[in-house]
């Protein structure tokens, strides 16, 4: 198999793994062909353990003591340039992170999904559910992605 189909089934194993909710971190950063690091493997199991956004600050609290701010940043980085994550802006100005549930590249992020913010947790969440509609822009202007932030309350807050 060449390098295109082999990227191919592992993102097509990989987006199986999501829709089953059925991922191990050796596995997922198997399938990006990344060295099973110790640190990337207790990141990617913080993605793969919440259904909110990170924030590298949280990131910081949760795996600070056996890793340097440095190495965290640079694990996210590798996670966002390989389309493990993908950013989420929310209305604090500090980019969180959140699990890829569809098949990513470093050059292809398909989160055309809206993110909820819930004003009492503080959590940010991915609504796949909820889809950006296509957006016709004016001549000369090129879309690359859009960012939909809605705040309320989320579902657990309000139960």
């Known amino acids: 198999m060449n390098e295109n189909t082999l990227n191919l089934v592992s993102h097509l194993n990989y987006k199986m793994s999501i829709g089953m909710l059925n991922l191990s971190p050796e596995g997922l950063l198997k399938s990006f062909k990344l ?6 493997q207790e990141v990617i199991s913080l993605f793969i353990d919440v259904d ?3 924030s590298n600050s949280s990131l910081e ?3 600070g ?16 340039d390989k389309g493990i994550i993908h950013k989420v802006l929310d209305d604090e100005g500090t ?8 098949a990513c590249d470093t050059h292809d992020h398909n989160h055309d999904h809206i993110h909820f913010k819930c004003l009492e947790c503080g959590e940010t969440n991915c609504i796949e559910s909820v889809i950006i509609p296509k957006l ?3 001549d000369g202007y090129k879309y690359k992605e859009a960012n939909v932030l809605l705040q ?4 657990e807050c309000n139960a």
């Open 65 to 80: 003591k056996d890793y340097d701010r440095v190495t965290i940043y640079r694990t996210l980085r590798t996670f966002l």
């Open 35 to 40: 060295r099973l690091t110790p640190c990337r």
């Open 95 to 102: 980019p969180k992170y959140a699990l890829c549930r569809e």
């Open 61 to 63: 609290e949760k795996v």
């Open 136 to 138: 016709n822009l004016p």
């Open 52 to 54: 909110y956004a990170l």
């Open 152 to 155: 309320g309350i989320c579902k």
